[in-house]
């Protein structure tokens, strides 16, 4: 293999390309991003509806449906066993075993991510057993410390109840539970909060948290609420139109956003020690990404647009330690 | 109502007595299967509730009942001439108790053999073929639609337009070609594998000499068979197209489940219940699509009591001789028709958990 992981690195991506053969025309959804993740780390990758954070952690496992496809790049995983493999280019097999077991997911909606004619235990123990041959009897009692773990009360009886029978905060620590059964290396949570009360979410949060650190596993969050980043995540990603404009750690963003869209961004989140008339908004939206406008993808809606920006696609630079964005601004001055 | 309440009991007791059964197998499964076992429990409510479903219930249950023992208790073996030994029994027509003695209840047929005695072997054959097919019809049925709406693409296109030519073409003829064609080849097979000749004879409830007559309802049984999957694939194949996008298949997919598993855990289980209402439905249709077969002459011959091949043969001499033949045998089938038609019209409210819902709170808990 050409490249291979550094030190400490759980998941290397480069150059990822996924594209939808739709009727109207070829979407990029994700073009040529690359990012890594390390291991007991918190990466946020944030941005708007539509911009390709979900098809992204969906081609690392490679569950890119009909009519999509990944032309592009590479996703270098290493194992538990530290071998490290390619996930774009392993065998089916290879791939069935680590999802759910290596890879883990947490969904948007908990509602429908459970099958309404199981029990919560028997999907943890469906998602066990499928991997590790082990006695349902043996699992089941896992799980009822899994649903502790998740602060479910009650958990011997929480065990035997059908997803209809729990509210829907309890379903979503139900399917974090479900995720960890096989104690992943990675958790991927694709907006884990959304659909849920706020009181509920703050609690989802730091719960999350609290696994990460204990099962030293690293977590990709998958969010557009940059308040949810602050609270939890070490590291940023910023994506726009199907690709990464932005990376930095996460008090730096905050304290000097680089690209004018995370600027705009930071901007558009109301300060509650402010009195304000009305709530910021970025002017524009975001371009069609069939045939995306070949400069920068932010360009029409950019308040610090130039020529160089239509024309040409800026590359990402490192302009502070560990501080990276695509932007012209940074790259000629 | 006191109906409704004995059949709620009788139905509780079923349950109650199979829950007991399963504890004793595993112990603490009671427990664990609470809420399930109070679902079946609704169920059995709502079902008790429904005057016509309780009606189409007990229809069905006799007829089951008399299709099992029914060869048991005919008290006349189909394959005895009596009107040889006495003429009078050619066409005799019911003989009812006061007017007149000696002779049997609802008359005779023409070798003079009691045809209700004879309607009992009859039971039988019609249950037998129509379980058949539609336990074998459905699953092959059912196996194509989850594939066809599950994998999509060409699969699904090949699949489905297999489907539609055989919807496309009148499922009658394509039965009677292929009725047509099968006896000679599954006689020949039947003459060389004796046990299973034996095996089916019995089920059937026929002489085990009776091969020839047993490869022509097989090859009744077959042609329907082949003309009946259609149906089955396309339900299925449009419930599976919409739970297949349901998160929890998702789900299950990140999880790493195999598509086999998938497809037999998570996607068949939520498209079952339409799927159990249908085949319902069609244990009445194919009953009467096999009557419909021998009537046309490609089912058995002498002397098998098939009730199809009965009433087109007391046609000879309708309705002079024969009318009670054919009002008797032709309100059998109506009768098992509308016991099953009736018995899936209740299923399919009670199998729904919304109107389940509705008669629990109509009837406030």
């Known amino acids: 293999m050409a490249e291979s992981l550094q030190d400490g690195q759980v998941l290397k991506v480069r150059d990822l390309e996924v594209k939808f053969y739709t009727y109207a025309g070829v979407v990029n959804a994700v ?16 941005g708007e509806t539509g911009c390709g954070k979900t098809v992204t952690t969906r081609a690392l496992t490679r569950l890119i449906e009909h009519p999509g496809r990944i032309e592009n790049g590479s ?15 392993v065998p089916e097999e290879v791939i069935r075993d680590i999802r759910g077991n290596e890879i883990a997911y947490v969904f948007q909606d908990p509602t429908s991510a459970l099958d309404p004619l199981y029990t919560v235990g028997t999907h943890i123990v469906e998602t066990v057993t499928n991997h590790r041959k082990v006695k349902a009897k043996e699992v089941l009692r896992d799980a009822i410390r899994l649903l502790k773990e998740v602060v479910i009360p009650s958990p011997e009886l929480r065990v035997k109840n059908y997803p209809h029978e729990l509210s829907g905060g309890m379903r979503q620590r139900a399917v974090i539970a479900t995720s ?72 730096d963003l905050y304290y000097k956003p680089l690209h004018p869209y995370t600027q705009l961004l930071l901007r558009s989140v109301p300060n509650p020690l402010k009195r304000i008339e009305k709530l910021e908004s970025i002017p524009g939206v975001v371009p069609s990404l069939i045939n995306p406008p070949p400069g920068c993808r932010f360009y029409p809606r950019c308040p610090y647009a130039t020529d160089v920006c239509r024309r040409e696609e800026p590359s990402m630079i490192e302009v502070e330690p560990r501080h990276r964005v695509a932007c012209w601004l940074y790259l000629k001055r | 109502m006191s109906i409704v309440k004995a059949v709620y009991e009788a139905l509780v007791k079923v349950i109650n007595f199979y829950v007991l059964v399963r504890d004793k197998l595993s112990p603490g499964w009671s427990t664990k299967n609470s809420s399930r076992v109070k679902e079946w429990k609704l169920m059995a409510y709502a079902f008790s509730k429904s005057k016509i479903g309780v009606l189409g219930g007990m229809i069905v249950f006799v007829v089951t009942l008399l299709a099992i023992i029914g060869p048991l208790l005919a008290w006349e073996p189909y394959w005895e001439y009596k009107v040889v030994e006495d003429p009078e029994l050619w066409y005799h027509p019911p003989c009812i108790p006061p ?267």
């Open chain 1, 31 to 46: 073009s040529r991003i690359s990012f890594e993740v390390y291991e007991g780390e918190v990466v946020a990758l944030v």
């Open chain 1, 75 to 89: 996703a270098l995983f290493k194992r538990r066993n530290n071998e490290v493999v390619d996930l774009l280019k």
């Open chain 1, 180 to 251: 960890l059964s096989n104690s992943p290396k990675l958790l991927i949570a694709d907006e884990p909060t959304t659909n849920l009360d706020v009181t509920i979410q703050a609690q989802i949060l730091e719960l999350l948290k609290n696994l990460q650190a204990k099962y030293k596993m690293s977590l990709i969050l998958i969010t557009h609420n940059l308040g949810i980043v602050a609270e939890i995540s070490d590291r940023v990603y910023i994506m726009y139109a199907g690709k990464i404009v932005e990376e930095a750690l996460t008090t």
């Open chain 2, 99 to 365: 007017w007149c003695s000696g002779y049997p209840l609802l008359g005779t047929d023409e070798w003079g053999r009691d045809i209700i005695s004879l309607s009992f072997y009859g039971f039988r054959i019609s249950f037998v073929i129509s379980l058949f097919v539609v336990f074998l019809g459905a699953p092959l049925g059912i196996l194509l639609g989850l594939v066809a709406g599950y994998k999509g693409g060409l699969i699904d296109e090949v699949i489905m337009r297999l489907t539609d030519i055989f919807i496309a073409f009148p499922g009658l003829i394509l039965a009677i070609a292929f009725a047509s064609v099968f006896p000679q080849r599954i006689r020949a097979f039947l003459e060389a594998n004796t046990l299973l000749r034996d095996f089916l004879s019995f089920i059937f409830g026929l002489r085990p000499n009776e091969y020839a007559q047993l490869a022509a309802i097989l090859s009744v049984w077959v042609a329907m068979v082949i003309v009946w999957w259609p149906g089955y694939a396309r339900i299925v194949r449009g419930s599976v197209l919409s739970v297949r996008e349901q998160p929890f298949i998702e789900a299950a997919k990140l999880v790493g489940l195999p598509t086999r598993k998938i497809l037999i855990k998570h996607v068949l289980p939520n498209v079952l219940s339409p799927i159990l209402v249908m085949m319902t439905f069609d244990l009445a249709t194919a009953t009467l699509f096999a009557a419909a077969l021998s009537f046309l002459g490609l089912g058995p011959q002498e002397p098998v009591p098939e009730l199809g091949y009965l009433i087109s043969k007391a046609g000879n001499f309708f309705p002079e001789r024969t009318a009670h033949i054919v009002l008797y045998y032709g309100t059998i089938l109506l009768v098992i028709a509308l016991g099953w038609n009736l018995l899936g019209d209740a299923l399919r409210d009670v199998l729904d958990p919304r109107t389940r819902r509705s008669i629990e709170f109509r009837e406030g808990g």
